[in-house]
């Protein structure tokens, strides 16, 4: 992974090489406490750890006795679902990988009704065992395989904690089944069990997943000059602490675009708290040059635009045409196009001032994605240092937790109480 803050300096807001260099300090210093909790294996920053402590073999063994499925389909929500559906999405297979990280009834029955569901396998995900929406997606899968005269026992793979209700479940069945790593938060599990399963299923190289995550472990160094991620990181903080209070990560291969919507749930529910944070919003280069660039480029200067690309990647020639206007194409190739709008939108900010950061990778697979993954969540990490953030809690995320299952009749909390005391201004 590479960074090049070239397009953040003498930008509104912006940065300067001085500011750069003062905050370096700071860096060396949370560079401390990031390796002293890495090394002591506290919880959350054991997270950066699992290059060196997943393993891939137990990975291998819980899934060789599918076969190679036609289908595979993670039941999960948040970070349970997005490192999978990052990697599965990014990475060709020809076993095809869905999601159901929802309860919307209507995408259920769809997914579901597409799917061959005697020749899938169903990979459910929770951590604690009792996230309400993935127990209630997977008791509908469950019920529509037997339907189907499927048996479910023989086509579930369960990852979980050491406890809970899928873990009794699994138990009880005899399912195959991968544990939760201690001590690392669920949007932070991406190179472990949570996140490889499918990777695996799929007939990917796990271990060039986790080689790219330990290049990003070694190139993590005591100032932001020596290592791409705490860069990264550094820089945001230091831009949102200037008034960039929204990141706009816009990566030019849609193979990324779930990577996008991995590093929004990293990113907010990691940094939201006291006030602080910097709202990461999606888009996806050159698609969103015609919907939100004009935004970026023209409307209030509160933003940090991050733009994510592969350097190699395979192509495809643009045909000769005589077409008036058009001749210049002729001869090219769509990545030449793509690598054209890359650069024009980078300086299109640039020259409008909009602070703009670059990031590379040398191409999209199991390796490089292992290390953008680490990556971003070293910078992540570095962010909640540098802010003085509670970078692995996510207390909102609880708060709206209980609600729910309030409402649900899953128990008394006084939180599903606030849901009756609901201002209305009702416009009918």
């Known amino acids: 992974m590479r ?40 919880f959350g920053y054991a997270a950066l750890t699992l290059p060196e402590t997943a393993d891939p073999d137990a990975i291998y063994a819980a899934v060789e006795g599918f076969d190679r499925p036609e ?14 559906a990052t990697l599965s999405n990014a990475l060709d297979s020809d076993v095809d990988a869905y999601v159901l990280d929802n309860v919307d009834p209507d995408e259920t029955r769809r997914r579901l009704a597409d799917l061959p569901l005697d020749d899938t396998v169903v990979n459910v995900v929770s951590k604690s065992g009792t996230t309400a929406e993935t127990l209630a997606n997977f008791l509908v899968v469950r019920e529509a395989m037997a339907d189907a005269g499927v048996d479910w026992t023989e086509r579930t793979l369960v990852t979980t904690g050491e406890s809970g209700n899928l873990r009794r479940l699994a138990d009880r069945h005899d399912l195959p089944s991968l544990p939760v790593p201690d001590g690392v938060p669920g949007r932070f599990s991406a190179l472990s069990t949570v996140g490889l399963a ?22 993590l160094a005591g100032s932001l000059y020596d290592s791409p991620a705490y860069a990264y990181g550094a820089a ?7 008034g960039a209070l929204t990141n706009a990560v816009m990566p030019y291969a849609e193979s990324l675009e779930t990577f996008a919507e991995w ?66 194409l002729g001869g090219s190739s769509l990545g030449g196009l793509l690598d054209a709008e890359f ?13 703009n950061v670059r990031v590379e990778i040398d191409r999209v697979d199991e390796r490089a994605l292992g290390e953008l993954l680490f990556g971003m969540e070293a910078a992540c990490v570095l962010y909640g ?3 003085s953030v509670s970078t692995f809690t996510q207390p909102a995320v609880e708060w709206g937790k209980k609600a729910a299952r309030g409402l649900l009749g899953g128990g008394d909390f006084e939180e599903a109480e606030a849901v009756a005391e609901k201002r209305e201004l009702r416009i009918d």
Not at 202 to 210: K, R
Not at 263 to 286: H, V, Y
Not at 343 to 355: K, N
């Open 236 to 242: 945001t903080y230091a831009l949102a602490e200037r």
């Open 385 to 387: 240092e540098l802010a």
């Open 3 to 42: 960074v090049d803050l070239g397009n953040a300096l003498a930008t509104t807001p912006g940065l300067t090489t001085a500011t750069l260099d003062r905050l370096d300090d700071r860096v060396a210093a949370a560079h401390e406490r990031i390796a002293a909790g890495m090394a002591d294996d506290e």
């Open 71 to 84: 289908a595979v389909l993670t039941v999960g929500i948040g970070g349970s679902a997005l490192g999978a």
């Open 198 to 219: 499918v990777a695996a299923l799929q007939g990917h190289d796990v271990e060039s997943v986790l080689a790219g995550g330990r290049d990003g472990m070694d190139a």
């Open 263 to 328: 590093f929004a749930q990293l990113w907010a529910e990691s940094l939201g708290k006291d006030g602080l944070g910097q709202t990461p919003a999606r888009a996806l280069g050159a698609t969103d040059q015609h919907s939100q660039l004009q935004l970026y480029r023209a409307g209030p200067p509160d933003k940090l635009v991050t733009l994510v690309r592969p350097t190699e990647r395979a192509d495809a020639p643009i045909p000769e045409t005589d077409l008036d206007g058009l001749a210049y």
């Open 343 to 355: 650069e024009a939108t980078e300086a299109s900010l640039a020259a409008a001032d909009v602070p």
